[in-house]
């Protein structure tokens, strides 16, 4: 199976881990072919997607459907990024409109609502906590392709394969 080809297009809400899994696949699928995030992902962070997977589809399952699994701590995690490569304004805007853009292809409902609203709220105060800048959610622009480099993908395809990782593990992050 391909990258995210389980993902279809729908209007279904996400109230389901299979729901969520599918969300954090295309949401970081887009992440890692970005050109602002993706070097900080790739060559800052040194992510390893098929750890760091099934951690935000706990995180997002917590979240969203009150599932137990995740007990991480995210402020130390990027607060080591932030000291390679301090986040700007712009890394908090890019990455919560790629969310918005994320859910809004193929979700809608109250829960859907939340995650937007969780997201805001996540990257407002990693925005403070971390990075000591006072970050508010930018309003949503004309919705644009999320396929802004699609000349790279097919050499990177190879390196995703791990975003279709068994997210039924219990992974602290």
Not at 9 to 14: C, E, I, Q
Not at 82 to 106: G, K
Not at 125 to 138: S, T
Request: proline letters at 7%; aromatic letters at 10%.
């Amino acid at each position: 199976m391909t990258v995210g080809a389980h993902i279809t297009p729908t209007t279904r809400d996400l109230d389901t881990r299979a729901q969520i899994h599918d969300l954090v696949v295309r949401f970081y699928r887009e992440i890692v072919f970005d050109d602002l995030l993706g070097p900080v992902f790739d060559q800052v962070a040194e992510v390893d997607w098929a750890a760091h997977i099934p951690r935000l589809i706990d995180f997002w399952c917590r979240v969203l459907l009150d599932e137990p699994g995740y007990d991480g701590y995210m402020l130390q995690a990027h607060q080591a990024v932030h000291e390679l490569e301090p986040f700007t304004i712009e890394f908090f805007d890019r990455w919560y409109l790629l969310f918005i853009e994320s859910v809004d292809a193929c979700w809608h409902g109250p829960i859907a609502e939340k995650a937007k609203a969780h997201a805001a709220h996540m990257a407002g105060v990693l925005a403070r906590r971390v990075a000591h800048i006072d970050w508010h959610p930018p309003a949503p622009t004309m919705p644009e392709t999320l396929d802004t480099n699609a000349a790279a993908r097919p050499k990177q395809y190879a390196r995703l394969s791990m975003l279709e990782a068994d997210d039924s593990k219990e992974v602290r992050p």
